[in-house]
């Protein structure tokens, strides 16, 4: 019972961390598009001041620029060639990948528990053993789906179910372990991103800060 809890609060955090790094991810799209946006308008509204000394004729141009940097925080490398100025390089995993894996076994974890429950109230099982069956992420589905008293309409939704929760986790371990190249802004801490962990007969989601 304590290792289901553990799962189902594992589940609950990797959601949670999910929702936060796609809020972030929306929210650097954002700036860039606004950026690319409003560069014409930056242009057109850039003043230089020209100063003038008579004696030594010397013009001095200052351009006034945003307080705010409207560079990306991060770049896709070209291969064979160094950062830009004001940019290293660093590593991060594949993280639209591994959000959209949380984001479906989370989504048919969450509707297998339901289905259980729904299950449990129409044939009358005061012990909730469907509930049960559905706290157990991906092999949950599949065994209810298994019980001779679910109906064929009602087996194919839990194998249904049952899939989504083995791809979303098949995503979430391949977005997890696989790393990629980035060029990162330099005033960008390097990002926290989740490594996963396993080992003989465990695993797990370590994150730094």
């Given at each position: 019972?304590?290792?289901i809890l553990g799962i189902s609060l594992s589940l609950f955090a990797l959601t949670i961390a999910a929702d936060a790094f796609a809020d972030e991810d929306e929210a650097t799209t954002g700036d860039e598009d606004a950026a690319e946006q409003e560069a014409p308008r930056k242009q057109k509204r850039k003043r230089r001041v020209v100063e003038e000394d008579d004696e030594a004729d010397e013009?001095?141009?200052v351009e006034r620029r945003g307080r705010r940097d409207r560079r990306p925080?991060?770049?896709p490398p070209t291969p064979g060639e160094r950062p830009p100025e004001g940019y290293v390089e660093s590593e991060s995993n594949l993280r639209g990948v591994w959000i959209g894996g949380v984001s479906m076994l989370s989504a048919g974890y969450f509707v297998s528990i339901l289905g259980g429950g729904i299950?449990?109230?129409v044939e009358d099982h005061e012990d909730g053993k469907y509930l049960w069956y559905g706290l157990i992420p991906v092999a949950g589905?599949?065994?209810i789906a298994g019980h001779k008293e679910i109906e064929s309409g009602g087996k194919a939704v839990f194998i249904l179910l049952g899939a989504v929760e083995a791809a979303g986790l098949g995503m979430?371990?391949?977005g997890l372990a696989t790393k990629k190249?980035?060029?990162l802004r330099d005033d960008v801490a390097e990002p926290?991103?989740?490594e996963l962990r396993l080992g003989v007969g465990s695993a797990g989601v370590r994150m730094a800060f």
């Open positions: 019972m304590r290792q013009v001095v141009v925080k991060r770049l299950a449990d109230a589905p599949f065994v979430t371990i391949g190249k980035v060029w926290w991103d989740p």
